[in-house]
């Protein structure tokens, strides 16, 4: 039998731990991604990666982990899963160890720990605060060897645009532009392992990357993969609001003793320094005695909305509140701090050292995505995901520092099961239906060439991102997430008269943009119309006119499913895993 | 502040056998502006100040936050990112250019996967046994990370490759990217092992006696990576490694 072809789309953290596990069991792979792969969206993680290794005497373990997570995620998330990642953890950071991660070092020599949100425990592996820059290059450099060694065929510069589905419902390949030439292809594969990101275009400005839009998860969610709890969505209560996106600055400035204040008199207008101490509003550590500063983003962030919309209290009027670290030395601070603080006075213009910095929350992460089974197999056979594109760790709410963890394990996972999927997959008949995918592609982009109308996709995408952040971010009313839906609803008629400025063949990005808005705006009425059936406040979806988890009704998995009727996609809700863990109620006033 | 006016000039290229044509644009400042920024606006209204309709630019970008390392280009003739570059710090009109040393793709993008190909040649990476659990990595200390976290923070923007006067067809010189990288693997417990290889990778031509010392490159690199001391410590080790084949054959 010739050699199973794996192909998986996305070189983030998560695609290339596939990768790595598939070219180290004897696979070979062909690796898709829109950028060069160490450009990916891993690199902005930024404060560091869980794993109870409990190197600090303090007697954390890894069950301690998994009950954090799946508090911290609101029992939302099936937990045999999460036990198994939190299991694996102390391994995975052992291994990025040898990879050669340049984490930071104890004097002893051994791996230094931080703490994050969400738990009592320096359970936190950093490199500086560019710890998933660090983490990324490790595995792309492992990648590269592979490569070397011929196990691994990169196409970078190509972007995913859909399955190839055979008669009998199984997944046989991919179709992919490749965005300098604009040439349309079809690539057959046994297995197809999804590992393409985050969402964040959707919200129009966001922590994300530019290619965060949603697109591949939209393109095959089309195609009949499930969608699951798309309505929960990370909003991080640390970014710097700017003109273009939102820049993170991390958990971990809180992590290493960074405080959130407010003036106490509204509007006060003296510099932060010559405010004292008394009259200084550490909201977060009144509320929160027992966590403070690092309680999960969730309540962070529903936090500095109350003291900024409801209190009247943010600086100047304006929506913003203090992080700061001027209270901590300097050379600590370069240290452990060093790379977010010069992005801060990059972009800002003021010396964190010096100043509080000034923060707003922000769009950041999405814990829903690709439903998945425990082998990270999504309902098509053949198509596998993995990493933020998937709904599996998280619950409704992620802990800081979990990411990283869930990217790698779950591209651990993925990679040998599609292997050995693909080992025991029939041979394909014919072309499998390459040849009517590829023309269905084809007949999509000669369409949105050729289109006369009025429309700029640029545009449309603001309007797109206003809507969204203002609806189905924070805080959440049926009525806005209404009004949301059916704006999504206008935007899909005016971009059937979209007209792009550029209709050349050669490397254009606003038709390579304008396909990805159109899977935006499908994966958009998912988000919404989810949120809306969820008449409850668990973890980060918060409606003030259901104020209350609602375990009897809502302790499910939303499912979406793909509906071409204009009223959206249908939906059903699963049974949750809780068999490891009870549910019970999630505060942080009080140790749990 | 509220209406002023930013005037920005792009060199536009459909495609590489295209010729160059420069345009105009005029669009609303606003605070906290950057050059990416800027482009976004482009895109969204691509007209030029003359008012004749153009096609959006096109450029690689992804982060916008200086660590994915895509947006180099040149920015009033000097290698940059073009997200950390704020509007307001530069000098107008604003001159956009693609950078020089690489096959131009369009406009301002370029194709840099040369840096990527010369990272193959000096297997810039730790050949671990392989994934499964092998127990903790080798102890290093603090010092020890200190000087490797730096050299590990290069985001392969390749401004230090643009901006060196040796980097060029004729030389066919790595640049200091790479050695950088030489160092910081050689550096490595494990990594080490691959010190020989790499030093005679960099011992032939277009390696490290390319190096004109011009300093360029220390001061072009936005994340302000030890080039120039990571080009002398290679360059000794290359010396040693030199003797030492030489005296063995």
Redesign the interface.
Known sequence: MAAPRIIVIGGGLAGLAAV??IA?AGGTVDLFSI??V????S??AQGGINAAKNLKGEGDTTFKHFDDTIYGGDFLANQTPVKAMCEAAP?II??L????V??????????DFRRFGGTLYNRTAF??A?TG??LL??LD??V??H??DGKVRKY?GWEFLSAIIDSKGTARGITALDL?TMELRSFPADAIILATGGIGAIFGKSTN???CTGSAQSAVFQQGVYYANGEFIQVHPTAIP????L??MSESARGEGGRVWVPRAPGDKRHPKQIPAAERFYFLEEWYPKYGNLVPRDIATRAIHKVVYEEGLGLNGQPMVYLDLTHIDRATLD?KLG?ILE?YE????VDPHDEPMKIFPGMHYTMGGLWVDFNQMTNVPGIFAAGECEYQYHGANRLGANSLVSCIFGG?VAGPNALAYARSLPAAEGDSGAAAELARQAEINSKLLQNEGTE?P??LW?ELGDVMTKHATVTRYNKGLKEADEKVVELMDRYKKVNL??K?Q?????FA?ARQLQNMLVLARVIVQGAILRDESRGAHYKPDFPERNDEKFLKTTKASFNPDCTGPRFELEDVDIQHIKPRPRRYDVAK | MADKIVQIEIKRQASPDAPAVWEKFEIQWRPGMNVTSALMDIAANPVTADGRSTTPVTYDSNCLEEICGSCAMRINGKARMACSALIENLEQPIRLEPLSKFPLVRDLQVDRSVLFENLKAVKAWVPIDGTYDLGSGPRVFPQQQEVNYPLSNCISCTCCMEVCPQFNEATGFVGAATIAQVKLFNNHPTGKVFKEERLRAMAGDGGIQECGYAQNCVEACPKQLPLTEAISDVGRDVMVQKVKDFLRK
């Open positions: 790595i596990k180290e950028v060069p160490k450009r990916s969206h690199v902005c391994g052992d291994l160890d040898r990879m050669g340049p984490f930071n070092r104890t004097p002893e020599g051994l791996l490199a500086g560019t820059q660090q290059y490790a450099e492992q590269r060897r490569e070397s970078e300098r990357s530019v290619v700017g003109e273009d996106k820049r993170l240290r790379g992005i990059k972009f800002v213009g651990f700029n640029f545009k603001r400025s550029d050349s050669w490397a254009n990005t606003s943009f």
